[in-house]
């Protein structure tokens, strides 16, 4: 699937004119986790976890987006309770949000079901806070810093926006240079010039939409995490030295429309790339300390009372039409979509029982659209139905509809040979074909070649005692010997695999081995006299 199909971006919104970005250059081995560099600021703010995911449609979207990355939403124990804030197009102008440690996720339109992520480093950086399409309010820019402790004293999304002719006005390509730019934590530009050592620093990428380099790092991941999770690039990215757990440490950083990504190479390899704590950060701008404009009152207090969450009637997923494949005597496959990430089984009865058998109350898995689930324990020669079933989280099960199957028998029986069976390859100069008779117990095999005539001849012919699959016996006419050993391909019993080891009068033994399946032979009508209707 199309990870970036899992973020849909709302209509209308700035910075998200359609991107051309060329010159990218992945990096391999990249793994992103905001766990490292950035401290837990929601823990300062607000003392409760948030007692659930505010929609099914935001769990669904959290998990998508923990199969890309670990800590890619951050945690719902770091997470904010869902919450109503003011948006013009929304029904009676407001909207359910709910706060990540990383991100904001609004449900604009309940009865749609489409979650959108909020532009938060665009509006940080620029002051203007957005309640609808197209509706802004001023406020000064986040005072809040952009990485490290939250104690340092910068750089802040502020201080972004004071040096805007260097940041944020729009740049010339510049692919394969180093990235040696600096800001202080005091908003003062400068130049790093131990950058120019970092090749995960070096541009790799051009946003020309917004006229913005991107780092090898930086590009390498939003290929992987998606450009409707991440945004172009607002800003040109600068190092800094911030204070992470008491300690300074040199820190690259890039403002995105939706979040900001940090690179420090001196964190272990698998946390050199992070998300920012964007989603702690606004919060702490729209509710502590720029308050208002619906997003809080106050004098800087952090309002932690959410408004009334609006009551969602979730709906149970769809699913296609199962697929049986793979039967046994006592096994089946069975495969089905679903229309979203779920989690899925397949429920299974006896054909004429009321009830399926289930667990689907129990299942944990990774989310996803394509269930396959292999059952096992069945019994041979029975007709069964099965169904699949699915839930989002808590959500409502969807159910399939039933398809049929029935098991093999436990072990061939000796009418399963009987019949004529045709070598797969017509052309062969061995074995063209096998007529098997039943006698009893036992196997009657004519085995027929080629012989050079227009027509098969038979070359030998033997009976054999039936003692269970496969079947192996000498068979000897004139001057040729044959040891056959005949068995089925597999379980399905449509196929036989014969093993020859012929020997003719003063040679050697040659061992041959051929695939055979059973011709069909469809009942000729009798001929009636003219005249006679036929039956």
Same mark, same amino acid.
């Given at each position: 699937?199309?990870?970036?199909?899992?973020f849909?971006?709302?209509?209308r919104q700035?910075?998200?004119?359609?991107?051309?970005i060329?010159?990218?250059?992945?990096?391999a081995?990249?793994?992103?986790?905001g766990?490292?560099?950035?401290a837990?600021?929601? &823990?300062?703010?607000?003392?409760?976890?948030?007692s659930a995911?505010?929609s099914?449609?935001?769990?669904?979207?959290?998990?998508?987006?923990e199969?890309?990355?670990?800590n890619f939403?951050g945690?719902l124990?770091?997470a904010?309770?869902?919450?109503?804030?003011?948006?013009?197009e929304?029904p009676?102008?407001q909207?359910l949000?709910?706060?990540?440690?990383?991100?904001?996720m609004?449900?604009?339109?309940?009865?749609?079901?489409?979650?959108t992520?909020g532009?938060?480093a665009t509006?940080?950086?620029?002051?203007?806070r957005?309640?609808g399409?197209?509706?802004?309010?001023?406020?000064?820019?986040?005072?809040?810093?952009?990485?490290?402790?939250?104690?340092?004293?910068?750089?802040?999304y502020?201080q972004?926006?004071?040096n805007?002719a260097?940041?944020?006005e729009?740049?010339?390509t510049?692919?394969g240079?180093?990235?040696?730019?600096?800001?202080?934590? !005091?908003?003062t530009?400068? !130049?790093?010039?131990?950058?120019? #050592?970092?090749?995960?620093?070096?541009?790799?990428?051009f946003?020309?939409?917004?006229?913005?380099?991107?780092p090898?790092?930086?590009?390498?991941?939003?290929?992987?995490? #998606?450009?409707?999770?991440i945004?172009?690039a607002?800003?040109?990215?600068?190092?800094?030295?911030?204070?992470?757990?008491g300690q300074?440490?040199?820190?690259?950083?890039?403002?995105?429309?939706?979040r900001?990504?940090?690179?420090?190479?001196s964190n272990?390899?698998?946390?050199?790339v992070?998300f920012?704590?964007?989603?702690?950060?606004?919060?702490?701008?729209?509710y502590?300390?720029?308050?208002?404009?619906?997003?809080?009152?106050?004098t #800087?207090t952090?309002?932690?009372?959410p408004?009334?969450?609006p009551?969602i009637?979730?709906?149970?997923?769809?699913?296609?039409h199962?697929?049986?494949?793979n039967?046994?005597?006592?096994?089946?496959?069975?495969a089905?979509?679903?229309d979203v990430? &779920?989690?899925?089984? &397949?429920?299974?009865?006896?054909?004429?029982?009321?009830?399926?058998?289930?667990?689907?109350?129990?299942?944990?898995?990774?989310?996803?659209? !394509?269930?396959t689930?292999?059952?096992t324990?069945?019994?041979?020669?029975t007709?069964?139905?099965?169904?699949? &079933?699915?839930?989002?989280?808590? #959500?409502?099960?969807g159910?399939?509809d039933?398809a049929?199957?029935?098991?093999?028998?436990?072990?061939?029986t000796?009418?399963?040979?009987?019949?004529?069976?045709?070598?797969?390859? =017509?052309?062969t100069?061995?074995?063209?074909?096998i007529?098997?008779?039943?006698i009893?117990?036992s196997?009657?095999?004519?085995?027929?070649?080629?012989?050079?005539?227009?027509?098969?001849?038979r070359?030998?012919v033997?009976?054999?005692?039936?003692?269970g699959?496969?079947?192996?016996?000498?068979?000897?006419?004139?001057?040729?010997?044959?040891?056959l050993?005949?068995?089925?391909?597999?379980?399905?019993?449509?196929?036989?695999?014969?093993?020859?080891?012929?020997t003719?009068?003063?040679g050697?033994?040659?061992?041959s081995?051929?695939?055979?399946h059973?011709?069909i032979?469809?009942?000729?009508? =009798?001929?009636?006299?003219?005249?006679?209707?036929?039956?």
């Open positions: 699937m199309d990870k970036q199909a899992f849909r971006p709302r209509a700035r910075f998200t004119r359609g991107p051309r060329r010159g990218r250059g992945p990096l081995g990249l793994v992103v986790a766990v490292l560099l950035l837990p600021v929601f &823990a300062l703010l607000h003392v409760d976890a948030a995911f505010a099914p449609a935001f769990q669904s979207q959290w998990q998508q987006g199969v890309i990355a670990p939403w945690p124990s770091l904010r309770d869902g919450q109503n804030e003011p948006y013009i929304s009676g102008g909207r949000v709910q706060y990540f440690d990383k991100a904001r609004e449900l604009t339109n309940p009865i749609t079901g489409v979650v992520n532009l938060l509006e940080l950086i620029t002051g203007n957005q309640l399409d197209n509706a802004f309010q001023p406020f000064p820019p986040g005072s809040v810093p952009v990485a490290g402790d939250p104690d340092n004293l910068g750089p802040t502020a972004i926006k004071a805007g260097t940041l944020l729009g740049a010339t510049q692919i240079s180093p990235t040696t730019r600096s800001l202080s934590a !005091s908003g530009p400068g !130049s790093f010039a131990a950058g120019s #050592g970092f090749a995960q620093a070096s541009i790799a990428a946003d020309d939409t917004t006229k913005h380099n991107v090898a790092a930086f590009a390498a991941y939003r290929d992987r995490a #998606g450009l409707l999770t945004g172009l607002i800003s040109e990215p600068f190092w800094a030295n911030v204070k992470v757990a300074q440490r040199d820190v690259l950083m890039q403002a995105f429309e939706r900001v990504l940090t690179f420090t190479p272990p390899a698998a946390f050199q992070e920012g704590n964007i989603g702690q950060h606004y919060y702490t701008w729209r502590v300390t720029n308050p208002g404009g619906g997003g809080g009152t106050g #800087g952090a309002t932690t009372s408004t009334t969450t009551t009637t979730p709906t149970a997923p769809t699913l296609t199962p697929t049986v494949t039967v046994t005597a006592n096994k089946a496959t069975i089905y979509t679903t990430a &779920a989690c899925g089984t &397949a429920e299974i009865r006896i054909k004429g029982d009321t009830n399926f058998a289930t667990n689907i109350d129990s299942i944990t898995c990774t989310p996803g659209t !394509s269930v689930v292999t059952l324990s069945l019994d041979p020669s007709q069964y139905e099965v169904r699949g &079933a699915v839930k989002v989280g808590s #959500g409502p099960v159910y399939s039933i049929p199957f029935t098991t093999l028998s436990a072990q061939p000796v009418e399963s040979y009987e019949g004529t069976w045709i070598n797969d390859t =017509p052309n100069s061995g074995i063209i074909r007529v098997i008779e039943v009893g117990n196997l009657k095999s004519s085995v027929y070649d080629k012989c050079g005539a227009p027509q098969d001849c070359v030998v033997g009976t054999t005692p039936f003692g699959d496969p079947v192996s016996d000498t068979y000897a006419a004139g001057l040729v010997s044959d040891k050993t005949i068995g089925f391909t597999d379980n399905t019993r449509t196929h036989l695999k014969v093993v020859e080891i012929r003719t009068a003063g050697s033994p040659v061992t081995t051929y695939t055979f059973r011709r032979i469809f009942p000729v009508p =009798p001929v009636l006299p003219p005249g006679t209707l036929s039956p």
